[in-house]
Nanobody, 121 residues
């Protein structure tokens, strides 16, 4: 069974920092792109940042300069370092990955269960 498990969410004051981690486990052959999304109450889920297997990154405009995405291919993990947090960053953050797994041919998209980030102003 393939799983993406997030950790590191919590409550922080505005201006503070949090570090989110996501570990992929299971019958994984290869991991292509990995990403973080977020969904605030009453809003659609949106892309926060993504990173390719080669390390190319992409960020949503609201987080540019404040968030950094990185990955460790040997450990099948992706990290989102969030600095200068604002109240508008409050949301459930989801890990997402395109995986090649043993049980099913092709590339498949997986989601983690989400972790709550709350920024108090």
């Amino acid at each position: 069974q393939v799983r993406l498990v997030e950790s590191g969410g919590g409550l922080v004051q505005a201006g503070g920092s949090l570090r989110l981690s996501c570990a992929a486990s299971g019958s994984i052959i290869n991991i292509a792109a990995m990403a973080w999304y977020r969904q605030a109450p009453g809003k659609q889920r949106e892309l926060v940042a993504s990173i390719t297997s080669g390390g190319l990154t992409n960020y949503a405009d609201p987080v540019k300069g404040r968030f950094t995405i990185s990955r460790d291919n040997a450990k099948n993990t992706v990290v989102l370092q969030m600095n200068g947090l604002k109240s508008e960053d409050t949301a459930v953050y989801y890990c997402n990955a395109d995986l090649v797994v043993t049980v099913t041919p092709g590339v498949h998209n997986y989601w983690g269960q989400g972790t709550q980030v709350t920024v108090s102003s």
